[in-house]
């Protein structure tokens, strides 16, 4: 089990985060891309949300054909980059790989992916062409994955495409959002950059839409909008003492670390509450900024948690305690947190309940509230005839990503309720086609 | 008690493995080092007129994560003095008088054939081999795989060297020609101790797509080098074959070369009737240590069989090299597929549908990837059995009885072969082809 010291510069910091997926050199791409099998009707295309096709680009990648690579991802995933080390590839591509019906270590798809994609970046290839002109405009709000990727494949669709973006960056989670050992915030920019030099979309920063007007404004400008907003801030839990200081949701979080690295304090005892994937990086995150203590803490059992196994290994490997079975009933401590009071739980008869005859204090500096983000409900009422059903979920169109109201159409977070940047990269692309069709109607 | 030790027309050494001459025998130092390591023969590095060299000299084919898995070399004969050469001969010799030291020779007058090997056994030389195969660079002045490929002058000189040499004589022919039986002859006409074959390929490995130039480049431009490595072996066993097979040319033993780089190819090479090998390109990748493996293996081999002596199996494979007619026509196999192996890759699938006989079956309710043989149309031909990744997954299994035995030859004796265009008795008459738009359908 690691143990961390708290990291006071960026080269140390670094050394706590070290990336779980490192660049591949060329001497490691061309030995891994040997291995493929090219395997007919391949099952990791399938297992791909964006179904790359990865026995080609791995093939372009044997032969030196490293542009050709670049080309095929980016024609099934606008962010194949960010995707190829930010994929839970274990249960997606990798997984299908069959090479682990022979317990035979599946090929390093996201790896080979991610070096074909940062070599065609960082030689600059041009390797995109704007679509011509066709004269309508569309607005994306939201320059996450989903609005990244929108706004790439309508560029060469011939639209003129403007993004408002509520913050001064663009890629939203991925780069506040997911863990810093799984990708670095340059390079998460860089390949935006790379995108938006090539396919010339407009980023408008610090420009949140937060008022009907505004949005009739847009209605009036463009001729369709896609909303790839994502969720909002971490939900509030309703304990008693949740407002004390020393509580802080778990998106905020690691924005924070990912804005301040080093320069974050992270004190000596963490809680994390929840089972999810979030629960687990922010868990992992706390222990690796140095924490001597950093506890899980989940409602129910291990296997009950929505979180990969992988994540959770990964947490415990960088020296996280988890406790299972308990619910948080109070934040206590006078002014800030001193502690959380947890109650056991037990299933009875398929139903967890809450043992209030066991209680306990787990004393701590900090409380990381991993326990979901909420909604976007409040924004999505602005907009007249919008169908997010009664779990503040866009519905959309599976095929063309069209919303009940018809100018409208989103993709990503907002429309799945939370899942990975491959998922969001996929549904900007289809979007944009959707939109594309129904314009050209 | 396992002997590896060989008699070669006269030519003693502790076993078969032979360095061929190339550069790993360019010098006293290496044959030395390589003799330490446990090598029991080498061929020097072709001695005649000192050569000028170009810079580079080496081109190569890999495949798939493999380096090296076919060489080509522009290189010439040996470029250092003779003197230097005969005395380090002779050095090796007295450290080594148990191990084979053959002189490979390339001159071109009959007075230079005389004199070079007087020089070579003076100097202590235990045979002489020819080199008659060279195909770069020597053969534009005459020598190498100039005389290797006519067949009359190279009796005659095989003729020169018998009258003036009083060691064995071996006459390394050139592969680049139509039938290697003819030059083969033309060397036991012209007297020749024994044989050796084969010599480089031909060959072009490659254009830099940058210059345009081949592979190696000199200076922007290139030439055809000699082509050899494991991608040569099949070639140089068919050719092996063939002068093993003559009732004159097998008169006299063959030192098979070709590729050889594992103990399987030295026992294969002698199963089709080499008494000797000799290696060039594994050691130029692996180094002398190579030959440990070869050793090793053959000794097991030869443990397992219940042989003494590499005599005991050598040619042991050439009464079942026959002509195509002479095959059996009723012996039928079909694919079988392991289910518990296979890992859903579906090349086999896709390699038969593509490449071969359309007998391969996905799982229509798309359940799993493990695909399934069409008996009735699987004609037995192995392409899914070697193109499928997994260890004795697909194995063919015999399904006739053994019972009918017909060949092309005797059907035709007994005037039963198709011969009109039409012919009812075409071997794949009724045999199941999908319809030509299916292709159509399946995308």
């Known amino acids: 089990m690691a143990e961390y010291k708290r990291p006071t510069t960026e080269a140390e910091f670094k050394l706590n985060f070290k990336q779980k997926k490192p660049l591949m050199n060329d001497t490691e791409a061309y030995y891994e891309a040997s291995r493929c099998l090219f395997c007919y009707d391949a099952p990791c295309i399938q297992a791909c949300p964006t179904h790359i096709d990865i026995p080609l680009f791995i093939k372009q990648i044997h032969t030196n054909n490293v542009t050709g690579a670049s080309k095929t991802i980016f024609d099934s995933n606008w962010l194949g980059n960010a995707c190829g080390v930010v994929c839970p590839t274990g249960v997606l591509c990798e997984g299908a790989c069959v090479y682990n019906h022979q317990d035979i270590p599946p090929i390093q798809i996201g790896r080979l992916q991610n070096y074909a994609t940062n070599k065609t970046i960082d030689a600059k290839k041009e390797i995109f062409k704007i679509g011509k002109s066709n004269g309508k405009k569309i607005a994306i709000i939201g320059a996450g994955p989903a609005g990244i990727a929108c706004a790439c494949e309508a560029r060469t669709l011939g639209f003129e495409v403007d993004i408002f973006e509520a913050k001064d960056k663009p890629s939203g989670l991925m780069v506040y959002g997911i863990a810093p050992y799984k990708i670095t915030n340059e390079e998460v920019l860089k390949e935006v950059e790379y995108l938006q030099k090539q396919l010339q979309f407009n980023i408008k920063y610090n420009s949140a839409i937060t008022s009907k007007e505004q949005l009739k404004q847009m209605e009036n400008d463009y001729d369709a909008i896609f909303l790839g907003v994502g969720l909002g801030k971490t939900r509030m839990l309703e304990l008693g003492g949740e407002d004390k200081k020393g509580v802080i949701g778990a998106v905020e979080f690691i924005e924070d670390l990912r804005m301040k690295h080093h320069e974050l304090k992270v004190p000596k005892k963490v809680v994390v509450i929840g089972g999810g994937n979030t629960a687990m990086d922010a868990a992992s995150e706390a222990a690796r900024m140095g924490a001597r203590k950093t506890v899980l803490a989940y409602r129910n059992s291990k296997e009950k948690m929505k979180a990969y196994g992988f994540?959770?290994?990964?947490?415990?490997?960088a020296g996280v305690d988890s406790l299972f079975n308990v619910t948080p009933l109070s934040i206590v401590g006078n002014g800030k947190v001193e502690g959380v009071k947890f109650a056991k739980t037990e299933t009875v008869e398929g139903k967890l309940q809450t043992n209030m005859n066991n209680t306990f204090i787990v004393r701590c500096d900090l409380v990381i509230k991993a326990t979901g983000q909420a909604k976007q409900g409040n924004f999505y009422d602005l907009i007249d005839d919008l169908d997010a059903g009664n779990n503040a979920i866009i519905k959309v169109n599976n095929e063309t990503f069209q919303t009940s109201n018809p100018k409208y159409f989103a993709g990503g977070d907002a429309i799945n309720g939370g899942a990975e940047v491959v998922n969001a990269a996929y549904d900007g692309k289809m979007a944009a086609q959707g939109i594309h069709q129904w314009l050209n109607k | 008690m396992i002997d590896l030790s060989i008699n070669f027309a006269g030519i003693k050494a502790p076993n078969p493995f032979w360095l061929a001459s190339a550069p790993p025998t360019n010098s006293g130092y290496q044959v030395m080092k390589a003799f330490e390591a446990g090598w029991g023969g080498a061929v020097w590095k072709t001695l005649g007129v000192p050569v000028v060299n170009v810079s580079s000299r080496y081109g190569s084919i890999?495949?798939?994560?493999?380096?090296?898995?076919?060489?080509?070399?522009?290189?010439?004969?040996?470029?250092?003095?003779?003197?230097?050469?005969?005395?380090?001969?002779?050095?090796?010799?007295?450290?080594?008088?148990?191990?084979?030291?053959?002189?490979?020779?390339?001159?071109?007058?009959?007075?230079?054939?005389?004199?070079?090997?007087?020089?070579?056994?003076?100097?202590?030389?235990?045979?002489?081999?020819?080199?008659?195969?060279?195909?770069?660079?020597?053969?534009?002045?005459?020598?190498?795989?100039?005389?290797?490929?006519?067949?009359?002058?190279?009796?005659?000189?095989?003729?020169?060297?018998?009258?003036?040499?009083?060691?064995?004589?071996?006459?390394?022919?050139s592969p680049n020609i139509s039938h290697i039986t003819d030059p083969g002859l033309a060397a036991v006409q012209g007297g020749t101790d024994a044989i050796s074959l084969i010599n480089t390929i031909k060959s072009i490995v490659g254009i830099d797509l940058d210059t345009y130039a081949p592979y190696p480049i000199v200076d922007g431009k290139g030439s055809n080098g000699g082509y050899c490595g494991p991608a040569v072996k099949p070639i140089a066993l068919h050719m092996l074959k063939d002068l093993a097979q003559h009732h004159e040319i097998s008169k006299v033993p063959i030192s098979g070369i070709g590729g050889i780089e594992t103990w399987r190819d030295v026992v294969e090479f002698i199963l089709l009737g080499a008494t000797s090998v000799q290696v060039c390109t594994a050691v130029m990748h692996y180094g002398f240590g190579i030959v440990r493996e070869m050793e090793a293996g053959l000794r097991q081999f030869m443990e397992e069989k219940g042989y003494n002596t590499i005599y005991d199996f050598a040619g042991k494979a050439l009464p079942n090299v026959t002509e195509w007619k002479h095959l059996n026509l009723k012996y039928k196999v079909i694919a079988e597929i392991n289910e518990d192996k296979c890992i859903g890759c579906d090349l086999c699938y896709i390699a038969c549908d593509?490449?071969?006989?359309?007998?391969?079956?996905?799982?229509?309710?798309?359940?799993?990837?493990?695909?399934?043989?069409?008996?009735?149309?699987?004609?037995?031909?192995?392409?899914?059995?070697?193109?499928?990744?997994?260890?004795?997954?697909?194995?063919?299994?015999?399904?006739?009885?053994?019972?009918?035995?017909?060949?092309?030859?005797?059907?035709?004796?007994?005037?039963?072969?198709?011969?009109?265009?039409?012919?009812?008795?075409?071997?794949?008459?009724?045999?199941?082809?999908?319809?030509?738009?299916?292709?159509?359908?399946?995308?």
Request: charged share 25%; net charge negative.
């Open chain 1, 311 to 317: 994540e959770y290994d990964l947490a415990i490997s």
């Open chain 2, 62 to 173: 890999n495949y798939r994560n493999t380096r090296m898995m076919g060489f080509n070399n522009i290189e010439l004969i040996t470029d250092r003095p003779l003197a230097d050469n005969l005395r380090e001969i002779e050095e090796v010799k007295k450290y080594f008088p148990d191990h084979a030291v053959i002189a490979s020779l390339m001159v071109e007058s009959k007075a230079e054939w005389e004199q070079i090997i007087k020089d070579v056994e003076n100097a202590g030389a235990d045979g002489i081999e020819l080199n008659f195969g060279c195909p770069h660079g020597m053969c534009e002045r005459g020598m190498g795989s100039a005389v290797g490929q006519e067949p009359e002058v190279l009796k005659t000189i095989v003729g020169w060297v018998k009258e003036a040499a009083n060691i064995p004589v071996i006459t390394k022919l």
């Open chain 2, 354 to 443: 593509d490449g071969a006989h359309q007998a391969i079956a996905l799982p229509k309710d798309g359940s799993n990837r493990i695909p399934s043989i069409i008996e009735e149309n699987c004609v037995g031909c192995n392409l899914c059995s070697l193109v499928c990744p997994v260890e004795n997954c697909i194995t063919m299994v015999k399904t006739d009885d053994g019972t009918e035995h017909i060949t092309w030859s005797e059907r035709t004796l007994n005037d039963d072969v198709p011969t009109t265009f039409d012919d009812d008795r075409a071997g794949g008459k009724g045999h199941f082809v999908p319809k030509p738009t299916d292709a159509l359908k399946n995308n």
